[in-house]
């Protein structure tokens, strides 16, 4: 494999330049394979995007309308979307030093660009805010849970930081709220395999197997039929805290893919997932001291979700 170039685009606005690799094919251009490769948007704006400069090699040439396909060379492009909804909920900055930042994600806040989501990111909003273009998340979180993220803001420090989550050198809790259930014998310990679900690509599930997933659960409180519960992820897989507490049966209020996938753009602001990433514990790599971070948010009141759950 060839090393990696830097990007020859800069950050714009907070976001950084898309990249895609040619593949081998007879395509007779450039512009013909971006066209194809990505139909969501028309040729018209790839022709405006290369005509304005905004479609770049790997070497800082700009790519021409009718320069011929040259596969496995790297094109850099600015993405783009039309009329992006802003979430109506902001990410607060908890603290920054040479090397790190941490912030508090607010719930439905995307961590880096994707699909409908490009300067609706914590990312591009930190970017934006902080003016540290070589801002990078070391781990991430789902776009439905709220709570700590922790960005690099140095690439020479940034494997060092990357490496204590590898390493599951991290200490990290959640909180969620779900229903109660007596027959659960807390504290407990849910082990289990994880894979990609075959019937959507948006889900996980549970199969038999050598387990990779383990969470430690444990009672915070309990009201009624509801109850709050602290989430201990011993291992990393996506979506691994939501697919745990459903198969105990105890479902993440507001959950919307799990234990029923319910269909997408239909995110309710007022009820968002009840899932808080509440702290970070670990050694900094850099400097050897002892790190600790707490989320300032807080879930909704076990009482608020009495009436939900009748």
Same mark, same amino acid.
């Given at each position: 494999m060839r090393?990696?170039?830097a990007p020859p685009l800069s950050t714009r606005d907070g976001v950084g330049p898309s990249c895609v690799a040619l593949p081998e094919g007879a395509w007779p251009t450039i512009a013909a394979f971006l066209v194809q490769r990505f139909p969501a948007i028309a040729a018209k704006v790839w022709a405006e995007r290369i005509? +304005?400069?905004e479609v770049i090699d790997e070497y800082g040439v700009a790519i021409t309308p009718a320069r011929p396909h040259q596969p496995h060379l790297r094109v @850099? @492009? @600015? *993405?783009s979307l039309v009329d992006e909804v802003r979430v109506p909920f902001d990410e607060v900055v908890l603290f920054q030093d040479a090397h790190i930042v941490v912030a508090d994600k607010p719930h439905f806040l995307p961590v880096t660009p994707s699909g409908d989501h490009l300067h609706e990111t914590l990312l591009v909003r930190l970017k934006r805010k902080l003016g540290i273009d070589t801002l990078a998340p070391v781990h991430r979180i789902d776009r439905e849970t709220a709570g700590l993220v922790l960005f690099s803001i140095d690439p020479a420090t940034r494997g060092a930081y990357q490496r204590v989550f590898a390493d599951r050198a991290v200490a990290k809790a959640y909180e969620c709220v779900a229903a109660w259930r007596a027959e659960l #014998?807390?504290?407990? *310990?849910?082990?289990?395999?994880l894979v990609d679900d075959p019937s959507h690509f948006m889900r996980m599930c549970e199969v038999p197997g050598e387990p990779n997933a383990?969470?430690?659960?444990? /009672? =915070?409180?309990?009201h009624g039929d509801m109850a709050r519960y602290r989430l201990a992820p011993l291992t990393g897989k996506r979506h691994q805290l939501r697919v745990h507490c459903a198969a105990l049966g105890i479902p993440i #209020? +507001?959950?919307r893919i799990y234990p029923e996938l319910l269909p997408a753009n239909t995110d309710d602001h007022d009820r968002p997932l009840q899932l808080l990433a509440r702290s970070l514990a670990f050694v900094d790599p850099v400097t050897g001291a002892p790190r600790r971070f707490e989320t300032a948010l807080r /879930?909704?009141? =076990?009482?608020?979700h009495l009436s939900d759950h009748q």
């Open positions: 090393p990696r170039r005509v +304005g400069g @850099y @492009y @600015y *993405r #014998a807390l504290p407990l *310990r849910r082990r289990s395999r383990h969470t430690d659960v444990r /009672l =915070i409180e309990q #209020a +507001g959950d /879930l909704r009141p =076990i009482n608020d």
